[in-house]
């Protein structure tokens, strides 16, 4: 399905597509693979707002990239953790922390928090 | 399309090079005092000085050197843990910018805005954050008072009285009995008596099986009930009478000097006695003025007091509505309170506040279960919005998962408290 460019740019107010690195294309057949619409994906994240969002999550997920029974989200690629986090959203991905945790992230605050981890180097 | 996260490298941001920008004290900077070194108050110190990077003075007054974290405490006493895998010193605080001064906080003068400690210095403030946690109410159990810690110790502030009644649990004699009075709500950590229960029958089971437990209990009913309760039955069956308030729980006196526990009129002798008594803000709170009874009400959208501006009550010491009182809410909520505190001095962006916990609980040997919510600021309180608990008859796989996981948040927490281990 071909969407005219306006349409799409409209959702990327921070240019996630170049700073992903992924083609509106890519996105598409992605959000295709995992059964989940494409446009929140394409969503550019505010790395601030991101910033605050994480205090949420780093009191099990530790930004130093350490590991110690709880997953790494540090240094992830921006999109497959919007994935991850839409994925719980919707309760297809298991753990009820997290589906509790995603349940109220909006579009916006997903792709925050994508971005800021992002951004984060592992150790 | 086969992808793999690790094929693709991050874009750098502006957030890392925060973090790693020099730690300069300008003069004049607004400064922001932190009484108490817990989850609440090390997390905000580290948050504030973390983010605003050198534009805000922060001190954080802590009397101990090393800090115990009640939380994973009964771990030890289930041999799960050793002591030192519970103590943290505030070295990575100071070296973050942190200036962190071992005092006892004893007053708050609100008109000029220090605080006064017992070394005998006042220390300045724009803006005070109180996290001093719990202690308890006087007379709330009959014949137990703070002189009787050693012969029945509460063990409910993690560290001496903790290590005291790992031993004492270690000399019971053969079948001997121990007992715990639980504490009436609200109070530190709702899970945490019954999951004790289940560390010292676990400890029990393995080195003095035909020991008894008594659990006198004010309450009629308590958090992960039926968890715990199915629990109990599947580990240590025969072994735990707990007498909730409508078996006469909630009458109980004790004798420490003759090793008693009255409950409903009936006198036990018992070989080691767990007195958790009812617990109220910590004395620095009520010192300062801003508690209403036993605990200081605060506005959910900042956790600013309700009674001074200036003033901020993080974690077990506050009454903000439904939060339960964690480890893990403390840390939520000060991450909040480091927003607005920043944002009210130097003009950084402030956002709307949300709390999450999550408290995850050990039956038995990988036996975990969790609960957990989020929450939302609303005119009137910290309000509910979702939640979540373990279901009973889990399989065993779920429950080690989930016990895993509670070994993740606590190396989380600790490296959000006081900063990544170097």
Redesign the interface.
């Known amino acids: 399905m071909i969407r005219p460019l306006a349409f799409c740019l409209a959702l990327v107010p921070f240019g996630a597509l170049a700073d992903d690195g992924y083609s509106e294309e890519d996105i598409r057949e992605i959000a295709s693979d995992y059964g989940l619409s494409a446009e929140p994906l394409m969503l550019g994240g505010d790395v601030d707002y991101g910033a605050y969002l994480a205090g949420e999550c780093t009191t099990c997920h530790q930004t130093s990239g350490a590991y110690d029974g709880i997953p790494v989200i540090t240094g992830w690629d921006a999109l497959f953790f919007k994935i991850a986090m839409h994925e719980y959203r919707a309760k297809s991905r298991e753990n009820p922390v997290m589906q509790t945790v995603a349940a109220r992230l909006g579009d916006e605050e997903i792709a925050a928090l994508a971005a800021y981890f992002a951004g984060l180097e592992d150790d | 399309?086969t992808?793999n996260?690790r094929?693709?490298?991050?874009?750098?941001?502006?957030?890392?090079a925060a973090l790693s920008a020099p730690m300069v004290r300008a003069q004049g900077a607004p400064r922001v005092v932190v009484v108490g070194g817990g989850a609440g108050g090390a997390t905000a110190a580290r948050?504030i000085a973390k983010?605003s990077a050198g534009a805000v003075n922060v001190t954080l007054i802590e009397p101990t050197r090393s800090y115990y974290t009640c939380f994973f405490s009964n771990l030890y006493l289930g041999g799960f843990k050793q002591m030192d895998e519970l103590g943290h010193s505030y070295g990575g605080l100071a070296a973050n910018g942190v200036n962190v001064v071992h005092d006892w906080a004893t007053g708050v003068d609100r008109d000029a805005k220090t605080v006064a400690l017992a070394g005998g210095a006042a220390v300045p403030y724009d803006k005070l954050i109180l996290s001093p946690g719990i202690d308890f109410v006087d007379d709330a159990v009959a014949g137990w008072d703070l002189s009787a810690q050693n012969a029945m110790p509460h063990a409910y502030k993690a560290g001496s009285q903790t290590e005291l009644l790992k031993a004492q649990l270690a000399a019971m004699p053969e079948g001997g009995v121990f007992a715990m009075v639980a504490p009436p709500n609200p109070y530190r950590c709702p899970p945490g008596p019954y999951e004790r229960v289940s560390m010292i029958a676990h400890h029990l089971k393995n080195t003095n099986p035909t020991a008894k437990i008594i659990v006198a209990d004010p309450k009629g009913k308590f958090s992960k009930m039926a968890l715990f309760q199915e629990g109990w039955n599947n580990h240590y069956a025969g072994m735990i009478d707990w007498i909730g308030a409508d078996f006469g729980g909630d009458v109980v006196e004790v004798d420490p000097a003759a090793m008693t526990v009255s409950i409903d009129g009936e006198v036990t002798k018992v070989d080691v006695c767990n007195v958790i008594p009812a617990m109220k803000a910590g004395m620095i709170a009520h010192a300062a003025g801003v508690t209403d009874g036993n605990w200081a009400p605060v506005n959910a959208a900042d956790m600013s007091s309700k009674a001074d501006p200036d003033i901020y009550v993080l974690g077990d010491a506050s009454q903000q509505g439904d939060m339960p009182k964690s480890g893990?809410s403390a840390?939520?909520q000060a991450?909040?309170c480091a927003?607005a505190v920043r944002g009210a001095l130097t003009g950084s962006?402030v956002?709307p506040a949300?709390f999450?916990n999550?408290c995850w609980s050990l039956i038995d040997t990988n036996d975990g279960v969790?609960v957990?919510?989020?929450y939302?600021a609303t005119e009137e309180k910290i309000a509910k919005?979702?939640?979540?608990i373990s279901a009973t008859g889990e399989s065993a796989d779920l429950r080690k998962a989930t016990y895993?996981?509670?070994?993740?948040?606590?190396?989380?927490?600790v490296?959000?408290m006081f900063g990544?281990k170097a």
């Open positions: 399309m992808l996260r094929d693709f490298i991050g874009t750098a941001v502006a957030a890392s948050y983010d893990f840390n939520s991450k909040v927003n962006r956002f949300r999450s999550t969790k957990g919510a989020t939302k919005v979702d939640g979540f895993e996981e509670s070994e993740g948040w606590y190396a989380g927490i490296a959000d990544a």
